[in-house]
């Protein structure tokens, strides 16, 4: 079967058609690209300058802690908190006896012995 006239479509642009604008395009291209990425590393290495100094020097927190908060940090309200429980549940999997909140710890810890002779003399 025959095609219509409008069924046929044109042929695309060949290389060699305005090779000299092309040519110049892609050598602007090539220029901006080396300029943002230059930039991109510069603000990189001032980030990783920043965390090392704050976040490792002077708080001592290790900067893979850190990141993970931020990552939870920058979740909206409802995807956080589901984070911060699938986080609770795997580690408290993982790691059979450990505590992960320090408010857990502390409801749930077996009285000492002053604690229980206080309470039992009230």
Not at 14 to 19: D, L, R, T, V
Not at 42 to 49: I, M, P, S, V
Request: glycine content about 4%; proline content about 2%; charged content about 40%.
């Amino acid at each position: 079967m025959a095609k219509r006239a409008d069924q046929f479509q044109e042929d695309p642009p060949k290389a060699n058609h305005n090779a000299k604008a092309r040519k110049e395009i892609i050598r602007k291209v090539a220029s901006d690209l080396d300029r943002i990425e230059a930039e991109i590393k510069e603000k990189r290495e001032e980030a990783a300058k920043i965390r090392n100094e704050k976040i490792k020097g002077e708080l001592g927190m290790k900067i893979a802690d850190f990141n993970l908060a931020r990552r939870v940090y920058k979740l909206e309200d409802d995807d956080r908190a589901e984070a911060v429980d699938t986080f609770r549940e795997a580690y408290e999997a993982l790691c059979k006896g450990d505590q992960l909140d320090w408010l857990d710890a502390t409801s749930q810890a077996p009285a000492t012995n002053g604690a229980a002779e206080s309470a039992a003399a009230h």
